[in-house]
């Protein structure tokens, strides 16, 4: 690991959302989802989105994540030379099977990356069951 | 201000060149019946947007994931290199993947800037995940006004 060459994704739109008021993109985000025993973690890549522009809700099951990237400054007279990328916002949307613990979920942003801790209610939480030899 | 070249009168000389710009328009035009946009997609990371404005070139990159430190870039003549890691970031210990989206690995690109850029007035930031390099045009292809005086 570590020598391997990035390669390019192209970033995906989010398909069937609905239509929006606002002439606005969405991308999907790539993530990183693990879990441990005590929790499910989620990490998203957004860059230009900043702690501020980050909206996280767990409701029924589901977990969305949403990111608006800061707005960027705009100058009248810049020309476009190349343009490789679009930015836009970052939307995705995940069912969630394991019980969590809403109050404690906590989320932090680094680098351009979201980093969402689920933590697992009680009763998820592995029990090792002893069988009886008899 | 859009830099303009004359277009080379080498028609008689090459007749080879009057094929390959009609291939490039066909392909253009192929393009466009595709239903994709006239975007240039990159093939080697990161994807770029570059734009000018008077007096600066700005080139800027999504690098999520990419701390500073691990971040090289260097000029030299007309070619700017990138070159960089995304090292993985968890412990990977007592782990299971679900989900595994996010690629860790090297990266390296070379670009030929489109003008004469000031070496030395160069400045690089890397911000929530977006690296923002902008680069001073230098003194000699910056528009001049030049005022036109009467006698």
């Avoid at chain 2, 000029?75 to 690629?103: F, M, W």
């Amino acid at each position: 690991m570590g020598e391997k060459e990035l390669t390019v994704q192209e970033k995906q739109e989010v398909q069937h959302k609905g239509e929006t008021t606002r002439p606005e993109k969405y991308f999907v985000p790539a993530v990183d989802i693990f879990e441990t025993d005590n929790e499910v973690t989620v990490v998203a890549e957004m860059p230009g989105v900043g702690s501020k522009g980050v909206d996280i809700s767990l409701q029924d099951d589901v977990l969305t994540i949403k990111g608006s990237p800061e707005p960027e400054p705009e100058s009248d007279d810049r020309r476009i030379l190349l343009q490789e990328y679009e930015s836009g916002n970052y939307l995705r949307r995940f069912t969630v099977a394991e019980t969590i613990d809403q109050d404690k979920i906590e989320a932090s942003m680094t680098d351009g990356l979201l980093k969402v801790v689920l933590p697992k209610a009680a009763p998820a939480r592995p029990r090792k069951i002893e069988v009886q030899a008899g | 201000m859009a830099l303009i070249r004359f277009a080379p009168q080498t028609g008689f000389r090459n007749p080879w060149a009057e094929f390959e710009r009609i291939r490039q328009e066909l392909d253009a035009f192929s393009r466009t019946l595709a239903g994709e946009t006239a975007r240039p997609r990159a093939t080697v990371y990161p994807p770029l947007n570059i734009a000018e404005d008077a007096d600066n070139l700005v080139i800027k990159a999504e690098l999520p994931g990419v701390r500073a430190e691990d971040l090289d870039i260097s000029i030299e003549g007309e070619t700017l290199t990138l070159q960089g890691k995304r090292a993985p970031r968890h412990d990977e210990e007592n782990v299971s993947y679900h989900r595994r989206e996010i690629e860790t690995g090297s990266f390296s690109r070379a670009i030929t800037l489109p003008t004469r850029v000031d070496v030395d007035k160069i400045n690089a930031r890397l911000v929530n995940g977006i690296l923002t390099i902008t680069l001073q045009k230098a003194a000699e292809v910056k528009p001049r006004q030049i005022s036109v005086t009467t006698d």
